[in-house]
Structure formats: structure tokens, C-alpha cells
């Protein structure tokens, strides 16, 4: 196995909800907005990623 050097790297990670009621919630995350692609090993690389939720209490 070579040795790989992985350059240093930031991540930026961000999420925003909004109460439609008292019992529901939406919200969107998006985890390391600040780069499409990202190597942390010498695998592939990590994707940027995008979610969404919906949180309904009772």
C-alpha cells in the first residue's frame, strides 16, 4: 500500500428548519457547502450532500 497525503481541508456544514405547527417541522441540511468534493483518505472522495426532512411530533 503507497502512502497518501491528504491536503489539509474545512468543512462547512449549515441547516435551516421551520415550525409549519407545533407538531411539524422541515428542514434542509447541507453538509460541506463550501466544496463539491472532498478527500479525506485515499479512497474516493467525499460528496457534498444535501437533505431533507420532515419531523412530525405527537
Do not use: C, K, W
Not at 15 to 38: C, E, K, M, P, W
Amino acid at each position: 500500500m503507497q502512502p497518501y497525503t491528504v491536503n489539509n481541508y474545512v468543512t462547512m456544514n449549515g441547516r435551516i428548519g421551520y415550525n409549519v405547527t407545533d407538531h411539524v417541522t422541515v428542514a434542509l441540511s447541507a453538509q460541506q457547502f463550501n466544496t463539491s468534493r472532498l478527500y479525506q483518505t485515499s479512497a474516493p472522495p467525499v460528496e457534498r450532500r444535501i437533505i431533507a426532512s420532515l419531523t412530525v411530533r405527537y
